[in-house]
Structure formats: structure tokens, C-alpha cells
């Protein structure tokens, strides 16, 4: 028996991640953005604005790191930050108009990508490794889904 499997689902998981995460990476950045920033921006538009430290956690990402990701986005004109009305020691962070159109653009690309990924598989298909993907992300993270794509970027479910 062999000791390397390559076809194991760890293994494979892991490799087809990496590549998917390369291919995704470019989609991001050809449109300005890195997985982090896109990922911000899609938090933002499904909940609205965010408090930096709420926006850290949910990204999990130290705060000093995360006003490295906002100050290039906020240079750009895609979001803004601005001072709490209810407690002006907290910033709030909003998506801008150029950040919503940034990151539909962006979204396009994302998909464009995951067909040319998933492009073997059926409607079905498709649909039960989403189910899969889901409950072992679930599994992994005791449920958090701040992991995942954004669900504002209007793909169908199923």
C-alpha cells in the first residue's frame, strides 16, 4: 500500500483549494482589490455600515491590520469612514457607490472564475458541493460564515 494517496479528500481538498485560491486571487486583484478587500466590501453591503472594531472581528483580523486594508480602499473612494454620531470615539466604515460598483465588478470576475472551476459539474452537482462546502465550513468554524463569499453578489441559490 502506498503511503502518498493523492487521491485522499484531504489532499485533494487541499491542492484544488490552493489552485482556486490562486485563480481567485486574480480575478480580485485584476479589478484592484485583494481577497481581503473584496471580502470587506461584501461584508459592508450586506450589513451596512460597520463599526472598524465589529468590521475586525468579523473579518478576524488584528485592527492595526485591518486599517492597513481600509486606508487603500478609502484612498480609492470605495468606502468612507466616518465618527459615530452616537459615540464619537468609535469610526464607522460605509460603502460607497464606487465601492458597490467595484465589488459587482469584482463579483463577476469571482464567478466567471468558479465556472471555469466548477465548469464539469451540473446545476446539481454544483448545488451539492455548495451543500457540502457549507456544512463542513460550519463544521470547521463552529458556524461562522463570515468565511464565505458575500451573499449580496446576487447568485442564485441552488
Same mark, same amino acid.
Given at each position: 500500500? &502506498?503511503?502518498?494517496?493523492?487521491?485522499?479528500? *484531504? $489532499?485533494?481538498?487541499?491542492?484544488?483549494?490552493? /489552485?482556486?485560491?490562486?485563480?481567485?486571487?486574480?480575478?480580485?486583484?485584476?479589478?484592484?482589490?485583494?481577497?481581503?478587500?473584496?471580502?470587506?466590501?461584501?461584508?459592508?453591503? %450586506?450589513? *451596512?455600515?460597520?463599526?472598524?472594531? %465589529?468590521?475586525?472581528?468579523?473579518?478576524?483580523?488584528?485592527? &492595526?491590520?485591518?486599517?492597513?486594508?481600509?486606508?487603500?480602499? /478609502?484612498?480609492?473612494?470605495?468606502?468612507?469612514?466616518?465618527?459615530?454620531?452616537? %459615540?464619537?470615539?468609535?469610526?464607522?466604515?460605509?460603502?460607497?457607490?464606487? *465601492?458597490? /460598483?467595484?465589488?459587482? /465588478?469584482?463579483?463577476?470576475?469571482?464567478?466567471?472564475?468558479? %465556472?471555469?472551476?466548477?465548469?464539469?459539474?451540473?446545476?446539481?452537482?454544483?448545488?451539492?458541493?455548495?451543500?457540502?462546502?457549507? $456544512?463542513?465550513?460550519?463544521?470547521?468554524?463552529?458556524?461562522?460564515?463570515?468565511?464565505?463569499? =458575500? &451573499?449580496?453578489? *446576487?447568485? =442564485?441559490?441552488?
Amino acid at each position: 500500500m &502506498s503511503f502518498i494517496q493523492r487521491d485522499r479528500p *484531504g $489532499l485533494m481538498f487541499a491542492l484544488l483549494g490552493r /489552485e482556486a485560491n490562486r485563480r481567485l486571487r486574480e480575478a480580485h486583484i485584476a479589478h484592484g482589490l485583494t481577497p481581503q478587500q473584496f471580502h470587506i466590501l461584501g461584508l459592508l453591503h %450586506d450589513h *451596512g455600515p460597520l463599526g472598524q472594531t %465589529d468590521l475586525a472581528a468579523r473579518t478576524q483580523t488584528a485592527a &492595526s491590520m485591518l486599517v492597513t486594508q481600509l486606508n487603500p480602499l /478609502e484612498a480609492d473612494g470605495l468606502v468612507s469612514r466616518q465618527r459615530d454620531a452616537a %459615540d464619537r470615539r468609535r469610526h464607522v466604515v460605509l460603502l460607497t457607490e464606487a *465601492g458597490r /460598483e467595484r465589488l459587482r /465588478e469584482a463579483g463577476d470576475a469571482q464567478r466567471a472564475v468558479e %465556472d471555469e472551476l466548477f465548469g464539469v459539474l451540473t446545476a446539481g452537482d454544483r448545488a451539492e458541493l455548495t451543500r457540502l462546502l457549507a $456544512l463542513l465550513r460550519d463544521d470547521m468554524t463552529g458556524g461562522n460564515a463570515h468565511c464565505a463569499t =458575500p &451573499s449580496s453578489l *446576487g447568485r =442564485p441559490e441552488g
